[in-house]
């Protein structure tokens, strides 16, 4: 690839439209064009017949279609959670992750190669930071997702922790379509904010993926600039703030960035998110039995949200490598769930486990 081509995948559907007529060609080959991408989910110009020869030539030596080769493709055991260990253009790798629900389809996307904010029980935060993803790589995961959901069919064993998935024999012709992304995979996306929100309007683009605001989920570990920049822009998307504790001290203990930007700040910031949007935060709690799984611990954070349009979400540990500790066992969890239901009427729930078995889970995702 050479490198004074452009990425596709980098651009919204204007700046797509503008390319193209500066090269003199109308705006009905730049609309068809965005459809092969985000429709038809084309990866070759080949694959686009319908564009004039000369559009199709003008493109392929000035622009690339920004898809990322497979370098392994790895399925959990219960079916439910496929992981996909994508190359970059420069030899860096991400993962990326396609989860099965009930009535859904999400898939997990990466925002940077590695992480700065170094939690100490997260695998990609143990790797350490190498580069921000640009738009367009960070686009090209949805696309490789919601392609592998067209090409393939889930093959699922029903298990008796988790809801029945629709046998897929029954309905042979339904083609399950991608409806949720959340920006939980490797990095943190408020350190690559602008990147993050151009690939988060692509993504939202009525006449492409068309992914609703309410569809689309952005993890912070508590980004102070960017969440007050996010309060500002009002953009419509689900934020997600990890806590995992209720003091600073013990807070920093866990996430450096912390010390960076402390709770009290963090919590500032959060309310006038909340007071600017109108929009409630999805707190995240993962739970690491006799660390922060108490129920004092859960009359802290009870206390540290009051007042706030809240829902805590509380995820059990997963293991890493690089962290000793153990997930909260079941009966724990339920009774820090009932705390904060009966004590301070927060709503919460427990995760659902997904890719365990193939460190595909929350803060697992990390590559050698």
């Known amino acids: 690839m050479a490198s004074s081509t452009f990425n596709l995948y980098d651009l919204p559907r204007e700046e797509l439209r503008l390319r193209l007529a500066r090269w003199g060609f109308a705006s009905v080959h730049a609309a068809r064009l965005w459809s092969y991408l985000y429709l038809e989910l084309a990866d070759t110009f080949d694959a686009m017949p319908e564009l004039p020869a000369k559009v199709r030539a003008r493109l392929a030596a000035e622009t690339h279609c920004g898809t990322l080769p497979t370098a392994l493709a ?32 999400t898939a997990c996307v990466s925002s940077q190669v590695g992480c700065a904010m170094g939690c100490v029980f997260c695998a990609t935060g143990q790797m350490g930071y190498t580069r921000h993803l640009t738009p367009g790589e ?10 592998a959901l067209r090409v393939s069919r889930p093959k699922l064993k029903t298990q008796n922790s988790e809801p029945k998935i629709q ?8 083609v399950p379509r991608l409806r949720n992304v959340v920006l939980m995979g490797m990095g943190e996306p408020l350190h690559n904010y602008d990147a993050v ?29 960017g969440i007050l920049r996010l309060a500002a822009e009002k953009r419509p998307l689900h934020l997600a703030v990890s806590l995992h504790a209720a003091t600073q001290t013990e807070r920093a203990a866990l996430v450096p960035a912390a010390k960076k930007w402390p709770l009290d700040e963090l919590m500032a910031a959060c309310r006038t998110y909340s007071e600017t949007t109108g929009r409630r935060i999805f707190y995240e709690w993962t739970l690491i039995e006799g660390r922060n799984d108490s ?23 997963n293991p890493t490598a690089g962290y000793a500790g153990a997930p909260t066992r079941s ?38």
């Open 197 to 225: 929100m151009t690939a988060v309007d692509i993504l939202r683009d009525p006449n492409g993926l068309a992914l609703g605001g309410e569809r689309i989920t952005l993890s912070t570990v508590g980004v102070v600039p």
């Open 74 to 105: 790895t399925d959990s055991g219960d079916g439910f959670t496929h992981k996909y260990l994508l190359t970059l253009p420069d030899g860096e790798r991400i993962e990326t992750v396609l989860m099965r629900f009930t009535g859904r389809v």
């Open 167 to 174: 046998n897929p024999k029954s309905h042979e012709h339904d």
């Open 331 to 368: 009966e724990a969890a339920k009774k820090f769930q009932r705390i904060l239901a009966d004590e301070f009427a927060l709503p919460s729930t427990v995760r659902q486990r997904r890719g365990i078995d193939i460190a595909a889970g929350c803060g697992q995702l990390a590559f050698v």
């Open 138 to 147: 960070i686009v090209a995961q949805a696309v490789h997702v919601a392609r």
């Open 295 to 317: 129920p004092e611990n859960a009359r802290a954070i009870g206390a540290l949200l009051r007042g706030l349009p809240a829902q805590v979400n509380l995820i059990p540990l």
